[in-house]
């Protein structure tokens, strides 16, 4: 795998995991890569690469792969019930899934961390990080 092709490789493969029926039957919205479109108010998945000071050669990679969850605020505040349960499935499906090994690259889940979404007073969102190693 290449240095040009493996950011790309990897969020399509995850694309390709997270945008099943398992996911989709308990969002309002879709899957993406990248971003949500501009104003949407329904619970999106957007994933969201990036690599950085990679050495192929040694193995070494410090890529980190975000997997945003929105959901819309309820009475202002995040509906972190909602966001839960996206993310234990959005979890569950990674787990379950063998891509990694058999793709020449394997991900820990790092962290979790809840955010107010800026740009959409409206929303909030969970951020799901993985760090990738190739």
Do not use: W
């Not at 971003?35 to 994933?47: A, N, R, T, Y």
């Not at 990674?94 to 979404?117: H, P, R, V, W």
């Amino acid at each position: 795998m290449t240095k040009e092709t493996s950011s790309f490789k990897i969020s399509e493969l995850l694309y390709k995991t997270l945008n099943v029926d398992e996911l989709k039957s308990i969002i309002s919205g879709a899957v993406y890569r990248e971003q949500k479109p501009i104003g949407s108010e329904l619970q999106d998945v957007v994933i969201v690469s990036k690599f950085l000071n990679s050495d192929y050669q040694l193995g070494i990679n410090n890529g980190e792969v975000h997997i945003n969850a929105f959901c819309k605020k309820i009475a202002g505040r995040c509906n972190t019930l909602k966001l839960k349960q996206i993310t234990d499935k959005i979890i569950e499906i990674l787990k379950d899934n063998k891509m990694q090994n058999s793709q020449g690259f394997y991900f820990d889940i790092a962290n979790q961390t809840n955010f107010e979404d800026i740009d959409q007073n409206s929303m909030c969102f969970i951020s799901i990080t993985l760090k990738v190693h190739i």
